[in-house]
């Protein structure tokens, strides 16, 4: 059985961190490299959505499998990169993970995946305090296609309404737990002070 594609968020336009965070320094990587990595081990393919005018990032070593594509329009939300990512994948199911959640684990993302095949589902997410998060996602390429293109052309920016009109199935804790027992996932930067800082 194939495994997914993956998609990674990287076009942000960082407003709140006040510099491009995904290539912030972690662990003496780019912050990107963690969830880039878990994509790496969960799927055959991966596209990383960049703005229109944003250099490519630099890869770590194993990432060959890994492609880049461009935002149409810089700084229109993540659904408007969630579909310019669904337009180059080249499976019939993909993982969507943003560059700053540096918790996302391969462990986890497989077990999204799993379930995704096995509920035959359009979309899987985790569900956290009985509410059902929009990223990471799992997504069945072509009915969410068709529904990010209309949402978009109606002026829905939300990435929430892909996931609510794919009529997302939620994982619930006692199912993600048990990869992932910290809750690593639900981390995401969005300051500077969300990046861990070694105690040394």
């Known amino acids: 059985m194939s495994r997914p594609s993956g998609i990674l968020l990287a076009g942000g336009a960082s407003r709140r961190f006040g510099r491009p965070k995904i290539v912030e320094p972690l662990d003496g990587t780019p912050l990107f490299h963690r969830p880039l990595r878990a994509l790496i081990d969960a799927c055959d393919d991966i596209v990383i959505v960049l703005a229109p005018d944003a250099l490519e990032l630099a890869l770590p070593d194993e990432a060959d499998r890994v492609s880049f594509a461009r935002d149409p329009v810089a700084y229109e939300g993540p659904l408007a990169g969630a579909l310019a990512g669904l337009e180059r994948v080249r499976r019939e199911t993909t993982l969507l993970v943003a ?8 462990a986890l993302l497989t077990l999204m995946a799993g379930h995704a095949t096995g509920l035959a589902r359009n979309a899987v997410v985790l569900t956290d305090e009985g509410d059902r998060r929009p ?3 799992v997504l069945a390429v072509a ?3 068709a529904l990010a293109r209309k949402l978009l ?12 009109g794919l009529e997302a199935e939620g994982l619930p804790e006692p199912v993600w737990s048990v990869v992932d027992p910290d809750g690593a996932w639900r981390r995401d930067v969005d300051l500077p002070g969300d990046l861990p800082t070694r105690r040394g």
């Open 135 to 137: 990223l990471p996602a």
């Open 153 to 164: 052309e109606s002026g829905e920016r939300r990435l929430r309404a892909l996931v609510e």
């Open 143 to 145: 009915p969410a296609l």
């Open 99 to 106: 560059g700053d959640m540096p918790g996302v684990s391969a």
